[in-house]
């Protein structure tokens, strides 16, 4: 008996041995595993970014990137055309290959839906985007794709909520032909012509160098911001791209077809005629167009402000405060209205950031949106880094002094800290007006900080206007009312179709006769017009005006603005 409890107790022990074996065993593997594990989450896991947007060439390392993946576990590689290329998503369909994880396609998103390049967003969204749902709220609906796919593929772009504290595109002219004339008001465009000819002729060179009047940059598709949408600004008309809409019927019309842009264009063929217009405004360079306005002798721009900043802080550096621009009302006579603070409402589903469908990380690159959606990321992305920053003053956030400085005269700021650099094109609360959950702005800027940061010569001369803001030349947002249709320029137009089709043969047209026209002899304007429309008519523009309609009114139906 003791021989056989012996054997079977030998045989236990080494069952035991053999179990305890295999228990170390796996838990040193399960322990290795966990350690693996430990080591590669702290390796950011990096998402491919392409922003179509240009931009140069940047690394995610700045202070506010690394904030970013310290919490999101997040870092971008960012890509951009090369030199502004505007094929770069035809080209990226076309190759078949792999796409980024996260891309910002603007207006050519509608290729990659088509193509199948970008996935719906609208489970994950459901599933995990507390943020976004939050952001968005009751304007959700304007992410979706359209009537017939009422799908959301992307996110981001602009903002939901926003002020209307300053203009951006209007006609602007050098605070020193304010002061030396007088003061005097200018609301017409004979108002403007007369006020650039009488400093011109009292100063034909400033600093030694040729004034000109005016100058356009109408030589690449800044032609569309500096040629083309003034003179529907002149006209009285919001920026709806290469359209003109009846905001309360939907009635949408290729813009170029209307009366009031060939009194436009016939105006400034007669500045060209008279030596007012700089010859080169449709051949110069960006790079020289901004030399020219940086050396204060551009009397005159008709330009969205961000597309010449850096000459604005350029001047401002160099002393030349009174070299700088003043936003103007100007219009084609009295009885039209500027909509330069015209409230477009939220864009909605245009150009945003999108996830592809080749990603492998697609869950991550949702989650990775959904906080930036977040009002933590929204401190973060517009503020930057509490301590290095802003400060907490009185419980309120303020901007630190040389940061402000930075940010209104270094065109380096966003770039080398990142605040303000990762806003746009990704999820955003809005631009000025929004708040916190604390009522706290969510921007930087304030009606307040927008007047303390003019320079000494904007408030000098708004002294002498007894004003403080320039809006308050401008019809009020409140007067003008919410657009009922947003604005046709953020449109996905469906690649391929009729109205895609003949907007760009219309475009390539336009564009060119256009300036043969302002360039001609003005004895010829009249028949070079006639000669235009024809071609337009010619090429069915009818028909691209029925299909835009018809996607404006459902636009309106989507968006529940059209009862």
Not at 240 to 245: K, Y
Request: one cysteine or more; aromatic letters at 10%; charged letters at 25%.
């Amino acid at each position: 008996m003791s021989k056989r409890l012996s054997k079977f107790s030998l045989a236990v022990l080494i069952l035991l041995g053999l179990v305890v074996l295999a228990a170390c065993s796996d838990g040193k593997t399960s322990d290795n595993a966990e350690k693996e594990g430990e080591g590669s989450s702290d390796e950011p896991l990096t998402l491919t970014f392409f922003n179509a947007d240009g931009g140069e060439e940047k690394t995610f390392d700045d202070p506010v990137a690394k904030k970013i993946t310290e919490k999101t576990g997040i870092k971008l590689e960012m890509d951009y055309p090369v030199g502004g290329n505007d094929e770069a998503i035809p080209l990226m369909i076309a190759s078949g290959g792999e796409y980024p994880d996260l891309i910002f396609a603007k207006g050519d998103i509608g290729k990659l839906i088509e193509a199948g390049g970008v996935i719906k967003l609208d489970d994950l969204i459901e599933e995990k985007g507390d943020n976004l749902k939050a952001m968005y709220g009751d304007q959700i609906n304007r992410l979706r794709n359209s009537i017939e796919d009422p799908s959301i593929y992307t996110v981001g772009t602009y903002g939901v909520e926003n002020a209307y504290w300053e203009t951006s595109g209007t006609f602007q002219i050098q605070l020193d032909v304010l002061r030396e004339l007088g003061y005097p008001e200018i609301r017409t465009l004979e108002d403007f012509e007369a006020a650039l000819t009488e400093y011109y002729e009292k100063y034909p060179e400033i600093d030694g160098q040729k004034t000109l009047p005016l100058s356009l940059l109408g030589s690449d598709w800044r032609w569309l911001i500096t040629v083309g949408n003034p003179a529907g600004f002149a006209a009285g008309l919001q920026d709806d791209g290469q359209w003109a809409v009846n905001d309360e019927t939907g009635e949408t019309s290729y813009k170029f077809l209307l009366p009031e842009f060939k009194e436009y264009f016939k105006w400034l063929n007669g500045m060209n005629a008279k030596g007012l217009l700089d010859p080169e405004s449709f051949t110069q360079t960006y790079d020289t167009y901004i030399s020219k306005l940086s050396s204060g002798r551009v009397l005159s721009v008709a330009d969205q402000n961000w597309n010449f900043g850096d000459a604005d802080k350029a001047l401002v550096a160099d002393g030349k405060e009174w070299r700088t621009y003043a936003p103007l009302p100007v219009t084609l006579g009295e009885e039209y209205k500027s909509q330069a603070l015209k409230d477009y409402g939220f864009a909605g589903g245009w150009g945003g950031i999108a996830i592809s469908s080749t990603s492998e990380h697609q869950e991550e690159a949702f989650e990775f949106l959904d906080w930036m959606a977040s009002e933590e990321a929204q401190i973060l992305t517009n503020w930057g880094i509490e301590g290095e920053n802003y400060d907490i003053v009185d419980g309120k956030r303020v901007m630190q002094e040389d940061d402000r400085e930075r940010m209104n005269n270094d065109p380096d700021y966003a770039k080398e800290t990142g605040v303000g650099y990762y806003v746009y094109p990704f999820p955003q609360w809005g631009g000025n007006g929004a708040v916190d959950s604390e009522g706290q702005p969510i921007t930087p800027n304030s009606e307040e900080q927008i007047v303390a940061n003019y320079n000494s010569a904007e408030k000098e001369a708004l002294k002498e206007y007894e004003m403080t803001n320039w809006i308050e030349w401008f019809p009020s947002t409140e007067e003008l009312g919410r657009s009922n249709h947003g604005t046709v320029s953020n449109y996905t137009i469906p690649p391929g179709s009729d109205v895609q089709i003949i907007q760009q043969k219309a475009d390539d047209l336009t564009e060119q006769k256009i300036t043969q026209a302002i360039l001609g002899d003005p004895a010829d304007f009249d028949k070079a017009w006639e000669d235009m429309i024809a071609e337009l008519e010619a090429m069915n523009i009818q028909k691209a005006n029925e299909e835009m309609t018809q996607m404006t009114k459902d636009k309106m139906e989507l968006w529940e603005t059209n009862e």
